[in-house]
């Protein structure tokens, strides 16, 4: 039985939301209302429903803004834009959906409504050059006090975007005097809804202009720039940092190995295939294929792979996954890395079975395994229902290996 919703999917999407609620993304109420509203619903009801929240939630924000109600405004602005951007969950996939599209614009107004308020810690959305372009970031700058401070650049996963980073990141971070830089690189946010760009496994050359940009801040200390990467930033995060030498620290949640390991023993392939994989017959995984895409496929499974994982790499077939899968690699470079790292791993975490390997992997002499329990509270992804906890664990270590030097 599910704690907001018998649809599985929609219990997934539903308690990520609510995870976010101990930072302000998002009002237990809102959320159960929502939820009842949707019942048994299909992907049409639950775009409908939570973009009707979102649009309730964003004119309140509009309302306490025009009064110069600034903090009352960032909240609500705030959930709007976290519900818009649940409300297109569903609808991941290419050809992409143009109530994704509009939902996405809606999220990005309400972000920059939040943004524009008048109140500690003060947001700017910023545009990071890039390969002839940009990639969208927003600084938050850590209240009161002069000069130069520790500033923590966050790399995003999968299917999150600036949005969510705020409230996973930022209110933690700013609360103990820290500036934070959240930026969407290739294939995640703008620049895959917008702009149709995929993921690439080359982070480091993602990093390498964000670090620029981020050092040519006056608000910035130069010798205290950490690297951090959530959900599977845990694999980005580090393959940057092996190629950034400007780093004091680097924290991957979770802490991940080569994708190739993981990713083939979860395949119907015979030890011979997963050997020489991708160099197989390419019609190998049609069968698994037709099951994903199939009346019977678990409904989790689907969103993943054929959705989301498909659009976010740039592929049109489950065996193009797979195979550009293969190319995220981080044993090559692991060794290269030279700050300071903290990795975690939450039990009932899958992505996070590599971090074992990739701690034995650094060479520095600081580094840090934290693992953190389902007894805890905190077990399941990225220590989702336990992000206090987490930031405790974390936050404690940075203050000491900064002021360690």
């Given at each position: 039985?599910?704690?907001?919703?018998?649809?599985?999917?929609?219990?997934?999407?539903?308690?990520?939301?609510?995870?976010?609620?101990?930072?302000?993304?998002?009002?237990?109420?809102?959320?159960?209302?929502?939820?009842?509203?949707?019942?048994?619903?299909?992907?049409?009801?639950?775009?409908?429903?939570?973009?009707?929240?979102?649009?309730?939630?964003?004119?309140?924000?509009?309302?306490?803004?025009?009064?110069?109600?600034?903090?009352?405004?960032?909240?609500?602005?705030?959930?709007?834009?976290?519900?818009?951007?649940?409300a297109y969950q569903p609808l991941y996939g290419a050809p992409v959906d143009p109530r994704l599209v509009a939902s996405f614009e809606k999220e990005s107004a309400a972000l920059r409504l939040a943004a524009d308020a008048a109140c500690e810690p003060?947001?700017?959305?910023?545009?990071?050059?890039?390969?002839?372009?940009?990639?969208?970031?927003?600084?938050?700058?850590?209240?009161?006090?002069?000069?130069?401070?520790?500033?923590?650049?966050?790399?995003?996963?999968?299917?999150?975007?600036?949005?969510?980073?705020?409230?996973?990141?930022?209110?933690?971070?700013?609360?103990?005097?820290?500036?934070?830089?959240?930026?969407d690189g290739p294939g995640q946010g703008r620049n895959l809804i917008r702009d149709g760009i995929p993921i690439r496994p080359d982070w480091e050359t993602v990093v390498r202009p964000v670090i620029d940009w981020v050092l040519e801040r006056p608000?910035?200390?130069?010798?205290?720039?950490?690297?951090?990467?959530?959900?599977?930033?845990?694999?980005?995060?580090?393959?940057?940092?092996?190629?950034?030498?400007?780093?004091?620290?680097?924290?991957?949640?979770?802490?991940?190995?080569?994708?190739?390991?993981?990713?083939?023993?979860?395949?119907?392939?015979?030890?011979?295939?997963?050997?020489?994989?991708?160099?197989?017959?390419?019609?190998?995984?049609?069968?698994?294929?037709?099951?994903?895409?199939?009346?019977?496929?678990?409904?989790?499974?689907?969103?993943?792979?054929?959705?989301?994982?498909?659009?976010?790499?740039?592929?049109?077939?489950?065996?193009?996954?797979?195979?550009?899968?293969?190319?995220?690699?981080?044993?090559?470079?692991?060794?290269?890395?030279?700050?300071?790292?903290?990795?975690?791993?939450?039990?009932?975490?899958?992505?996070?079975?590599?971090?074992?390997?990739?701690?034995?992997?650094?060479?520095?002499d600081r580094k840090v395994l934290v693992r953190f329990g389902a007894d805890e509270g905190a077990g399941g992804h990225c220590e989702g229902a336990a992000r206090r906890l987490y930031h405790q664990r974390v936050f404690d270590w940075l203050d000491?290996?900064?002021?360690?030097?």
């Amino acid at each position: 039985m599910g704690l907001l919703n018998e649809n599985p999917l929609w219990e997934e999407f539903a308690t990520r939301l609510l995870y976010t609620a101990s930072y302000g993304g998002a009002d237990f109420g809102e959320v159960l209302t929502t939820m009842a509203r949707i019942g048994d619903g299909d992907a049409d009801a639950w775009h409908r429903e939570w973009s009707a929240t979102a649009e309730r939630v964003a004119g309140w924000a509009a309302q306490s803004a025009a009064g110069g109600h600034h903090v009352s405004a960032r909240d609500a602005a705030l959930r709007a834009a976290s519900y818009h951007r649940a409300a297109y969950q569903p609808l991941y996939g290419a050809p992409v959906d143009p109530r994704l599209v509009a939902s996405f614009e809606k999220e990005s107004a309400a972000l920059r409504l939040a943004a524009d308020a008048a109140c500690e810690p003060r947001f700017e959305l910023v545009e990071i050059p890039f390969e002839g372009a940009s990639l969208p970031g927003l600084l938050a700058l850590a209240p009161g006090g002069a000069g130069p401070r520790p500033t923590i650049v966050h790399t995003n996963g999968y299917d999150s975007d600036l949005t969510e980073m705020v409230f996973a990141h930022v209110p933690a971070a700013t609360a103990r005097g820290y500036h934070v830089l959240l930026f969407d690189g290739p294939g995640q946010g703008r620049n895959l809804i917008r702009d149709g760009i995929p993921i690439r496994p080359d982070w480091e050359t993602v990093v390498r202009p964000v670090i620029d940009w981020v050092l040519e801040r006056p608000e910035v200390d130069p010798d205290r720039v950490v690297l951090a990467g959530w959900s599977f930033g845990g694999y980005l995060a580090p393959r940057a940092a092996a190629f950034e030498p400007r780093l004091a620290a680097l924290v991957a949640d979770p802490g991940q190995w080569d994708l190739r390991e993981t990713m083939l023993a979860r395949l119907p392939l015979d030890d011979a295939q997963k050997a020489a994989f991708p160099d197989v017959d390419p019609h190998v995984l049609d069968p698994m294929e037709a099951w994903l895409r199939g009346p019977d496929a678990d409904p989790a499974m689907r969103w993943r792979l054929i959705q989301r994982g498909l659009w976010v790499h740039g592929q049109e077939t489950v065996f193009g996954y797979f195979a550009d899968m293969t190319r995220f690699e981080l044993s090559p470079v692991a060794g290269e890395i030279r700050c300071p790292t903290l990795l975690t791993q939450a039990e009932g975490d899958p992505l996070g079975a590599g971090a074992p390997a990739l701690f034995d992997a650094l060479t520095v002499d600081r580094k840090v395994l934290v693992r953190f329990g389902a007894d805890e509270g905190a077990g399941g992804h990225c220590e989702g229902a336990a992000r206090r906890l987490y930031h405790q664990r974390v936050f404690d270590w940075l203050d000491e290996t900064l002021a360690a030097g």
